[in-house]
């Protein structure tokens, strides 16, 4: 079955850089590479937020507005593995944050997620 597992979390300080990843399972290569690709986050109390996606293909990548210029989202498809390169990470960049796979079908998959935190 399908498997999304994240990686990379942490505690930062401000203005420290991480990097997540998101290593997916059960698809072949021929599907993985139609899926559109997502990072969400959420933290107590409010709903779960998108953060980033890449589409099929490595396109048009889009990014929350909070984190633009700061995030920068990537895949490896021969790997089924997404990334999330996070620099000058702020203290309300503090989430579990969770990759999600949609298929050319809508069908949707989460990890489980990870945690980072940014305090001094």
């Known amino acids: 079955q399908v498997q999304l597992v994240e990686s990379g979390g942490g505690l930062v300080q401000p203005g420290e850089s991480l990097t997540l990843s998101c290593a997916a399972s059960?698809?072949?290569?021929?599907?993985?590479?139609?899926?559109?690709m997502s990072w969400y986050r959420q933290t107590p109390g409010k709903e779960r937020e998108p953060v980033a996606v890449i589409p099929s293909g490595s396109g048009l990548t889009n990014y929350a507005d909070s984190v633009k210029g700061r995030f920068t989202i990537s895949r490896d498809d021969y790997k089924r593995t997404i990334y999330l390169q996070m620099n000058s990470l702020k203290p309300e960049d503090t989430a579990v944050y969770y990759c999600?796979?949609?298929?050319?079908?809508?069908?949707?998959?989460w990890g489980q997620g990870t945690q980072v935190t940014v305090s001094s």
């Open positions: 059960g698809f072949t290569l021929s599907t993985y590479v139609l899926n559109s």
């Open positions: 999600r796979a949609r298929t050319l079908e809508t069908f949707e998959y």
